[in-house]
């Protein structure tokens, strides 16, 4: 079993930054790939972004060039470092981890006034 724990989101103006943590614990061993994603209100949930335990990383297209996603050292905590943030960008974010199985945290709000 895994457990995920998020922080880090909140209100912010257009054009400003947030970082998002979520921190694996229990069987983090085997997680080999973490993700991020998002869902705003009456949308579906979305991918954002993913790191390979290699450290290859992936984005879906609107949020190139503005969110970072990395992990630290320990493999078990990723961050999404979110600049230049747009009011398109307000949903719930949420962390995912594969292992033997996908895991999710419980979500972390970020609102971005316009």
């Known amino acids: 079993q895994v457990q995920l724990v998020e922080s880090g989101g909140g209100l912010v103006q257009a054009g400003g930054s947030l970082r998002l943590s979520c921190v694996a614990s229990?069987?983090?061993?085997?997680?080999?790939?973490m993700r991020w994603y998002r869902q705003a209100p009456g949308k579906p949930r979305e991918f954002v972004a993913q790191?390979?335990?290699?450290?290859?990383?992936y984005y879906r297209d609107s949020v190139k060039g503005r969110f970072t996603i990395s992990m630290d050292n320990t493999k078990s905590t990723v961050y999404l470092q979110m600049n230049s943030l747009k009011p398109d960008d307000t949903a719930v974010y949420y962390c995912?981890?594969?292992?033997?199985?996908?895991?999710w945290g419980q979500g972390t709000q970020v609102t971005v006034s316009s």
């Open positions: 229990g069987s983090t061993v085997g997680i080999n790939t």
């Open positions: 790191i390979l335990r290699g450290g290859s990383t």
């Open positions: 995912n981890v594969q292992a033997a199985q996908a895991y």
